[in-house]
C-alpha cells in the first residue's frame, strides 16, 4: 500500500471473471498528510465496463475513471475490511442523499 503508484488495483483482482460480476474495482490515489502528520492514501471505487450489471456498465461507458467513491485511510494502520466497506458506504450515502 504504501508503495503501489496512484491507479493501482487494490481489489478485486483484474480478470475477467471479477470485471463482469463484481463490477467494480478499487484503485490506490495519491498519498497526503493529514492531521499530526500522518500519512493518507485516498482509495477510489470505479465502475468496471464489462460489468454485468447494465447501471455499473452505462456508468463505465460515460467514464470508466469517474469515482463512486472515495475514503481516506491511514498508509501505516489501515482499516479491516468491514472498515473499508463502512467508509465506502457511508461516501456513497453522501454523494447520493434521498
Known amino acids: 500500500m504504501k508503495d503501489a503508484p496512484p491507479g493501482s488495483r487494490v481489489w478485486p483482482p483484474r480478470t475477467q471473471a471479477s ?3 463484481i463490477g467494480v474495482r478499487m484503485d490506490f490515489g495519491e498519498k497526503f498528510p ?3 502528520g500522518i500519512m493518507y492514501r485516498n482509495v477510489n471505487l ?3 465496463k464489462g460489468a454485468h450489471n447494465a447501471h455499473l456498465k452505462r ?3 460515460a467514464d470508466p ?3 463512486l467513491a472515495k475514503i481516506a485511510i491511514p498508509v501505516d ?4 475490511v468491514d ?3 463502512s467508509m465506502l ?3 456513497i450515502k453522501a454523494r447520493n442523499p434521498k
Not at 77 to 80: E, K, L, Q, R, S
Open 77 to 80: 494502520n489501515p482499516p479491516n
Open 46 to 48: 470505479r465502475p468496471n
Open 34 to 36: 493529514k492531521e499530526h
Open 59 to 61: 456508468l463505465a461507458a
Open 65 to 67: 475513471n469517474q469515482v
Open 19 to 21: 470485471e463482469e460480476a
Open 89 to 91: 458506504h457511508e461516501d
Open 83 to 85: 472498515g473499508v466497506l
